[in-house]
């Protein structure tokens, strides 16, 4: 499995007004754009052809993972070697293609305007705006089990019963493995009180191009939008050995951020900054003597 498809055209709602203009992916978190997180856990996983489903907003993000020979240019007059590699390591993650999703009509649709570029393998969808910690990357051990189910595999963190009618919800069966779960139903958004269980699913997907077919026969579901959920739901449900079928869970429980959602944003920001050894420690101070309730207002 080399192939990754990154959607990103949604239109981010939840953020605006700072997304009206800019991509919601393109908002940093400490000094790297929330998106070049996810394309630096695809590339750690050995993908090495992503493919940008975009919107509207995709000239900044092209813009990003492409060269910029003038900016390099001047790095290296200066001798900023740092700066230099850090202003060259998007563009060399992974060879990186687009394709345009030209009404936003929900996430199964915007996996099924990958197809012809996907062809007829087995491949990876991250969604743009959900960032794992680099010291948790899953979509490693996703691939893993899909080398050995052959079916697709959904990564599922336990969420509270509070919040789960926000996600995709998967019904489960448990198996040898503490990590790795059967799936035996899908619900996008159910209804509180109603969902099957506390596994809300996160944006790493490995697919089948079986999905193909059955996105093309999906109807618009919750929100009236194509969900991606509901595709994987029939595939759930086909008898085993048809093509396909099957769907696994891979049970996350590392540090993980909805960078389209501003408290979980600024969570990431905080948490990623405070443990990098060139920022952490006087802004862990900060934090404290903020907290304590410190500082004037003649304090930034
Ligand atoms: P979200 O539902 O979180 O994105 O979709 P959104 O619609 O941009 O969010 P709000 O609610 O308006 O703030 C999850 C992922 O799927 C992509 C989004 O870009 C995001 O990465 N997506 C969603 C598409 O690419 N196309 C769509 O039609 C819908």
């Known amino acids: 499995m080399r192939k990754a498809v990154i959607p990103v055209a949604g239109l981010g709602t939840r953020f605006l007004p700072a997304t009206k203009a800019t991509p919601k992916e393109m908002m940093p978190v400490v000094d790297k754009p929330a998106i070049q997180y996810v394309v630096e856990e695809a590339a750690a996983a050995g993908m090495d052809d992503l493919l940008f489903v975009t919107g509207r907003n995709k000239r900044a993000l092209e813009d990003h993972f492409d060269e910029n020979h003038e900016l390099e240019a001047v790095l290296a007059r200066k001798g900023s070697t740092a700066l230099l590699a850090a202003a060259r390591d998007p563009a060399s993650l992974a060879s990186i293609h687009y394709v345009r999703q030209g009404t936003p009509r929900g996430l199964g649709h915007a996996v099924a305007c990958a197809r012809i570029h996907v062809g007829d393998q087995p491949f990876a969808v991250l969604l743009g705006d959900d960032l794992i910690d680099p010291r948790d990357y899953i979509l490693t051990r996703m691939a893993q089990v899909h080398e050995r189910t052959g079916g697709s595999v959904i990564a599922l963190m336990a969420v509270p019963p509070s919040e789960i009618s926000l996600y995709g919800c998967a019904a489960v069966v448990p198996t040898a493995e503490a990590d790795v779960v059967a799936v035996t139903d899908l619900v996008e958004k159910p209804p509180a009180g109603s969902a099957p269980s506390q596994y809300a699913i996160i944006g790493r997907y490995v697919l089948t191009p079986q999905v193909f077919d059955v996105l093309d026969q999906t109807s618009p579901g919750s929100g009236g939008e194509i969900q991606l959920t509901d595709a994987l739901r029939v595939l759930a449900h086909r008898p085993v050995g048809s093509p396909g079928a099957g769907v696994t869970g891979v049970v996350f429980?590392?540090?993980?951020?909805?960078?389209?959602?501003?408290?979980s944003?600024?969570?990431s920001v905080v948490r990623i900054a405070v443990d990098r050894a060139d920022l952490g420690p006087p802004l862990r101070e900060y934090l404290r003597e903020l907290v304590a309730g410190d500082f004037d207002t003649s304090h930034g």
């Open 253 to 263: 429980t590392g540090r993980r951020y909805d960078t389209g959602d501003k408290q």
């Open 265 to 267: 944003y600024l969570r």
